[in-house]
Structure formats: C-alpha cells, structure tokens
C-alpha cells in the first residue's frame, strides 16, 4: 500500500551481473513481484548487469555454453547446439525467436518490467566501477539510477531480509 | 461467480506473470479502503500468486472461481 510504514517494510536486494535478455528476466520480475508485495528493493547493477540500465536496450540470447536452452518448436523441444552460435547471424536468430516467444506468451518486455521497476520506486544503483572500467557514459542510462560502489549495496544488504545475486 | 458487486475490473487474461500481479497492485492503489477488485487471469500459476500476495500485502483475498479457463479474482482492498 502506498501508505505502509516503510520503517517496518521488509527489505530486499539484488546483484544483477547478467545483461543477457534470458537473464534480465529474473532479476527484473522478482524485484518488481517484491515490490508490488510491499518489499523496499535495491538493484545494483554490475558488470554485464549494467547493460539492463542503457536506454536503449536491444538484449540477445546466446545458445553459445547454454546447455539446458529448449525452444519450442512445432509441439517438440528443440535443444540448441553451442555449433549454432557460430553460424553468422545465430545469435539474432534466437535473440528473435526468443523474443516472438515472449510477446506470444504474455510475457512483459525487459523495457516494460524496467518501467515498472521504475514506477514503484526501486531503488537502481548503477556500479560505478564497472562503468569505468567500461567507460561506459551515464548519459546513455536511464535517469533513475544511482551511482555506488560495493559499500552502498553492503549498506542496504545489511539492513535487508533477502540478498541475492544473479 | 461472487455476488458481491466490484468497484474496479481488471483484465490481465492473455498476460503472463508477473503482469497480473504487478497490475492488481496499481489498481489496488487508486482504491478506497473496503472496495473490491474484480480481476480475470488466464495465468495457471494465478491461483498461488494471488493467494501469496495477498497474505504478503494484507489485502483480503474474498474469493476465486473459475469462468471456463479463465481465473478468477475478488479482492478487497484493506491497509
């Protein structure tokens, strides 16, 4: 509820390290679930992770050391050979595939589940290490983020019920 | 079917978790106090969820059914 007592709201923080489309999915629906369920939630952003704040984002998925990737296909389950990923133009292909699938299924868009993130006031701290080790520029990222270092995230995991790293 | 008449209706059918969560929760906020959602999902995995979030956000889960496949929500808003 909006008017809930945030000195008692449970708390909750998650590392993102991923910037993959199959991996900005978990981080992205558990902090926005957790914030609709009344949880106070801190991204931080890290590594690969911090491609899921730039904004623009146009994420693929690689099947290149993804085992255990099935798409569907025709009623059956098509495994996805690492050789595929050398084809040219592999890694679009699926990224495409992947993402008719999500919009087929009713699965939010990363952009959609972001914008969520954004209206129920998660708190999105960009790590500013990794963006110099990048030199990546903040003015290409989304407005609403933060940035801090491995203290800021220990300040909030201190104080949170849940951490988790993805 | 609930004989209690909604304040606000909401169709999530065709959309995917956590969509149908994430959009109770911002129809929960424009309500008063007392009033009763009416919330239609296609999502198999809706029955669980609702029942979590609302034990999780202490909003009253009044009753759920089914209307051929679709799922079926009642749910009151309390702070």
Same mark, same amino acid.
């Given at each position: 509820m909006a008017d809930v007592d945030i000195g008692n709201a449970k708390k909750m923080t998650i590392i993102c390290t991923k910037g993959t489309l199959d991996w900005a999915y978990p981080p992205f629906i558990l902090a926005t679930t957790a914030a609709a369920m009344d949880v106070e939630v801190t991204m931080f952003f890290t590594?690969? @992770? /911090? @491609? &899921? &704040? %730039? !904004? !623009?984002l146009n994420l693929g998925v690689t099947? /290149? @050391? +993804?085992?255990?990737m099935r798409m569907p296909m025709g009623g059956m389950q098509m495994a996805m050979p +690492?050789?595929?990923?050398?084809?040219? @133009?592999a890694t679009a292909g699926t990224s495409i595939m992947m993402k008719n699938l999500i919009k087929k299924k009713g699965v939010a868009s990363i952009e959609e589940l972001r914008e969520a993130a954004v209206l129920s006031d998660i708190r999105m701290i960009a790590c500013q290490m990794t963006i110099d080790l990048f030199e !990546?520029?903040?003015? +290409?990222?989304? %407005?609403?983020i933060e940035l801090g270092g491995a203290a800021t995230w220990m300040e909030s995991a201190l104080a949170s019920d849940i951490n988790l790293y993805m | 079917m609930s004989d209690i008449t909604p304040d606000v209706v909401l169709d999530t059918k065709g959309l995917n978790c956590p969509l149908p969560i994430l959009k109770a929760k911002k129809a929960l906020k424009g309500m008063e106090n007392g009033q009763n959602l009416e919330l239609a999902s296609t999502d198999p995995g809706a029955v669980k969820d609702f029942e979590a979030f609302c034990k999780a956000t202490g909003n009253k889960l009044v009753s759920h059914w089914m209307d051929g496949d679709v799922f079926m929500f009642m749910i009151e808003r309390v702070v």
């Open positions: 590594f690969y @992770g /911090l @491609g &899921l &704040l %730039d !904004k !623009k099947t /290149l @050391g +993804n085992a255990s +690492n050789m595929i990923s050398m084809i040219p @133009g !990546k520029k903040t003015e +290409n990222m989304i %407005d609403e | -």
